[in-house]
C-alpha cells in the first residue's frame, strides 16, 4: 500500500493550479454554493477525482457571482416598502433560495437529475409563490412583476433536469442567477410602519408606478 509522504495533503480545491479560492471574493452567494460543490464535485469514495468538465462549473458560478462593479449605483435602487414582518419573511424565502442553488449544483455533480428537479421547484412558479409576491408588491406592483418573472425563469432549471440535459441545466441556472441579481440591483427593503403600509398599499397605482 502507497504511503503518503510526510506534510503532503490530498488533491482539493486549492491545489488546482491558478486556482485559489481564498485570493478571490465571490459575493456571499458563491461563498455559499462553492463548499457543497468542492466536497461532491472532486472527491468519491476511495479519493478520486471525478472526470466531468468540473471547471465549466465553477467559471459558471464565479462569472454569475461576482459582486457588482464600480459602475452599479446602489444607492439608487428604489424602495420597497415592507413592514417589518414581511422583511423578515422575504430574507428567509432568499436563504432558501441560495439553498436550493447549493443543492441543485451539488446534484449535478453527481447527475442526480431527480435531485435538481426536486431543488429546482423550490424556486419556480406555483400558486402559493405568486400570492406571496403580490402580497411583497402591494406597495411597488414592478417589484411583483420583477418576482414573478424571476420565478418563472427558474421552472426551465426543472424542465431541463427533466430532459436530464447538463448543459441545458447549467444554462437556465445561469439565466436565473441573473435574474436573482438583477432585481437584487434594483430593490432594497424599506421597512415601514402599519399607518404608512395601509396608506400605500390602499392608494390606487397605475400600472408602472410604485412607492418611490
Not at 101 to 120: G, N, P, Y
Amino acid at each position: 500500500m502507497r504511503t503518503r509522504p510526510p506534510g503532503s495533503h490530498s488533491a482539493g480545491p486549492a491545489k488546482i493550479r491558478g486556482f485559489a479560492p481564498d485570493r478571490y471574493e465571490f459575493g456571499s452567494l458563491a461563498r455559499f454554493v462553492l463548499p457543497s460543490l468542492y466536497r461532491q464535485l472532486y472527491r468519491t469514495p476511495g479519493n478520486k477525482l471525478r472526470m466531468f468538465r468540473p471547471n465549466a462549473i465553477l467559471i459558471f458560478l464565479i462569472l454569475v457571482c461576482q459582486p457588482a462593479s464600480a459602475d452599479d449605483t446602489i444607492e439608487e435602487r428604489r424602495p420597497l416598502s415592507l413592514l417589518q414582518m414581511m422583511a423578515n419573511h422575504q430574507k428567509q424565502m432568499m436563504r432558501d433560495h441560495l439553498g436550493a442553488v447549493q443543492e441543485i449544483v451539488t446534484a449535478l455533480s453527481l447527475d442526480d437529475f431527480d435531485a435538481v428537479q426536486h431543488a429546482a421547484v423550490r424556486l419556480g412558479y406555483s400558486d402559493e409563490v405568486g400570492r406571496v409576491c403580490n402580497h411583497m408588491g402591494a406597495a411597488s406592483p414592478a417589484f411583483t412583476r420583477q418576482a414573478l418573472a424571476f420565478h418563472h425563469t427558474a421552472d426551465g432549471i426543472a424542465a431541463a433536469a427533466r430532459e436530464r440535459n447538463r448543459g441545458r441545466v447549467l444554462a437556465e441556472l445561469s439565466t436565473t442567477l441573473q435574474a436573482c441579481r438583477a432585481c437584487h440591483a434594483q430593490w432594497k427593503q424599506e421597512i415601514v410602519d402599519d399607518a404608512t403600509w395601509n396608506r400605500l398599499t390602499s392608494a390606487p397605482q397605475s400600472a408602472g408606478q410604485s412607492h418611490e
